[in-house]
Structure formats: C-alpha cells, structure tokens
C-alpha cells in the first residue's frame, strides 16, 4: 500500500450515519464539502468494507475536487463474519443493488444532499452493483465510474443503464480488462474506457490511485455538476 493511502487526512470531518435497509440497518459516513457539485456513493468490492484504505483515498481526493460522498457498509458485521467464511453474499448482486438502491434513496433525503445529484463508485464486485442500480434508478442518477470492476455481472441491466459511465482498469488486469471491454460493448450510454498503465488489479503501484482518483473527479465533475436533483420515484 502506498504512503499516499496511509497518510491520506480528510479535509472534512464525516458525520456517522445508519441507513436502513429491509431487515437491516447499514453503517456509513457522509461527508459533504460545502459547495459541493454532487454527492457519490461508494459500493465496495468482494470481501471489503467502508474501511477499505483504497476507496477512503479515492474520497479524500473527491472532496478536495468539491464533491461530498458516502462510504458505507454493503453487509452487517454479522453477514461480513458469514461471508468471510461462505462466500456466498460478496456475489450476491441482487442483494448488494438492493442495498445501494435503499442507500441512495436515504441520501436524497438528507438536509446536505437533497439538492445534489448523485453518482455511484464502484469497485470490484461492487462496481456491477453499481451498474445495475443506476439501470434502475434511472434519470436519478448523474455518473457512475468502475473502479477495476464488474460490470460482466450486471448482466442485461448493462443495456439499461442511461447515465454517464466510466470503466478504470488496470493495464496489467488483463482479464478484467476483457470483462469490462465486454460489458462496454453492451453498455447504450455515454461511455469511455480508461487504461491506467502499469496499475494492477488494486492499483497499488505508485501514482495508480492518484490517477483513479484524477478520472473520477473530472467525470463525476463533468457530469453531476450543480443540476438539481432528479426525484426518485415513489
């Protein structure tokens, strides 16, 4: 892990949240930078967490472009100890949507961000979650970037997606790289495909994240911008 990842302080301080979701309730940090040109909810990857060092560094960098951000748990404590053991929930795409879906409804209703648009990071598994919630939210959604990503296990959500969408992968992920050629191929959007050369699957080389982090700024900028939120429908 780089320094850069270790040593990466936030410039705001996050307020703790609990979002409820069916039976359950999911632990989160939101954290809205005053000014803010958008809000981007963070869907982790297999076997990872709110905590993970990567993701934390990717917000850092979002809140010092002016965009707020939400870090959240897709699983309980009690499903993470399950599925450390299974593996049988980190897949579970349906579930994982189903919760950034609930996520997403939450923020839009919170004081700091009922005015923002939103936009979805997703990493690893967590990146065809994203995919497929944006397909269902629709026009709700303003962006969403793939961070060495899933998008082969949305499925045919891929063609229903309408919002803005990037694909990261690194130049050495060669099969995931094939995955996402894949999926942009059935992606009807606007899209792009970035190549971060010489970064692996997590990106751990030096500079790697920084340019993770530099892409998913200018597109979340782009594209969530100062436009008043669409509203969900009910």
């Not at 999911?26 to 930078?33: A, D, K, S």
């Amino acid at each position: 892990m780089s320094a850069d990842i270790r040593h990466a302080a936030s410039t705001e301080s996050p307020r703790a949240i609990r979002i409820p979701s069916g039976s359950v309730t999911l632990e989160g940090e939101l954290c809205v930078p005053a000014g803010a040109a958008g809000v981007v909810l963070f869907a982790h990857g297999s076997g990872s967490s709110r905590h993970s060092p990567r993701n934390r560094f990717v917000a850092e960098q979002l809140h010092k472009a002016g965009l707020g951000t939400v870090l959240f748990d897709l699983l309980t404590p009690e499903e993470e100890r399950l599925d450390a053991a299974r593996g049988h929930l980190r897949f579970n795409i349906g579930l994982l949507t189903q919760r950034l879906v609930c996520a997403a409804h939450w923020v839009a209703e919170e004081d700091e961000a009922r005015h923002l648009r939103l936009g979805f990071f997703g990493a690893s598994t967590g990146g065809g979650a994203a995919l497929v919630a944006a397909a269902d939210l629709g026009k709700a959604i303003g962006a969403v970037v793939s961070r060495g990503g899933r998008p082969d296990l949305a499925g045919g959500a891929l063609r229903r997606v309408k919002c803005p969408t990037l694909l990261i992968v690194g130049e050495l992920d060669e099969q995931v790289i094939a995955l996402n050629e894949e999926a942009y191929e059935l992606l009807a959007c606007e899209k792009e495909l970035q190549i971060v050369r010489g970064a692996s699957h997590l990106f751990e080389e030096q500079g790697a994240l920084d340019e993770v982090a530099r892409l998913a700024s200018a597109w979340f900028l782009e594209h969530l911008g100062h436009t008043t939120s669409a509203r969900f429908r009910r």
